[in-house]
């Protein structure tokens, strides 16, 4: 989750008002063991106004010639108020196909979920997420739609790709995307961006959209 000093630099992007959750993406700490991120990809699919389920697919290989009890680390953070507290919806996630069960972080004022994992040498395992959350909001009357996705973790990724999809009708305009600088390809439909070698750096995620119906007010 963020500290509060990340959450002070973040509130300079975000809109007025901005209240929501988000997840984002696992990490496998496998102490002195090397493993790689060879590919990351993310689906934020929008039902309506209201609601979205965002779907991963993150795939580890263990580097090493020894094996390793890992953990799996799974973020969840809040953006809003003082008075938010900590985020607390459920994340269902599989291990290479089979059910793998997520607890709360043991750790004083973390919101993330975990499980421990075994790792053998030269493997590769596949971790497979979804979470169903409300639409965030945020502006003036609370009209404006917000969605968000963390970039946590110092491991590079070979391949990323980011998608967040819509109905055409659920959207009044076409919806904007930060970090804007990412290269988002941007239509009616959503939005997706490819990225290779990446190395994430705490970067949050946010699709932003008007539902159809409402008349854009302030941000």
């Given at each position: 989750m963020f500290t509060t000093?990340?959450?002070?630099?973040?509130?300079?992007?975000?809109?007025?008002?901005?209240?929501?959750?988000?997840?984002?993406?696992?990490?496998?700490?496998?102490?002195?063991?090397?493993?790689?991120?060879?590919?990351?990809?993310?689906?934020?699919?929008?039902y309506e106004a209201d609601y979205s389920v965002t779907r991963s697919t993150t795939v580890f290989k263990n580097t090493a010639k020894a094996p390793v009890m890992a953990r799996v680390v799974v973020p969840r953070g809040r953006v809003g108020d003082a008075k938010a507290g900590l985020p607390d919806f459920r994340v269902e996630a599989t291990w290479d196909g089979k059910p793998l069960t997520l607890a709360s972080s043991a750790l004083p004022n973390s919101s993330d979920l975990e499980a421990k994992v075994p790792v053998k040498a030269g493997t590769t395992h596949v971790l497979r997420l979804m979470v169903n959350l409300p639409n965030g909001r945020a502006g003036v009357?609370?009209?404006?739609?917000?969605?968000?996705?963390?970039?946590?973790?110092?491991?590079a990724i070979g391949q990323m790709n980011v998608s967040f999809k819509t109905p055409g009708e659920t959207v009044f305009r076409l919806p904007e995307l930060t970090p804007a600088d990412w290269g988002w390809k941007i239509g009616r439909t959503?939005?997706?961006?490819?990225?290779?070698?990446?190395?994430?750096?705490?970067?949050?995620?946010?699709?932003?959209?008007?539902?159809g119906g409402f008349e854009p007010i302030g941000d």
């Open positions: 000093l990340a959450l002070l630099a973040l509130s300079q992007t975000l809109p007025r008002n901005a209240s929501f959750d988000y997840t984002g993406i696992p990490r496998l700490e496998s102490g002195p063991v090397a493993v790689s991120v060879p590919f990351h990809t993310v689906e934020t699919v929008v009357g609370r009209k404006l739609r917000i969605l968000g996705y963390q970039y946590g973790g110092k491991q959503g939005a997706f961006v490819q990225k290779r070698n990446f190395v994430p750096s705490g970067e949050l995620t946010t699709f932003q959209f008007y539902p």
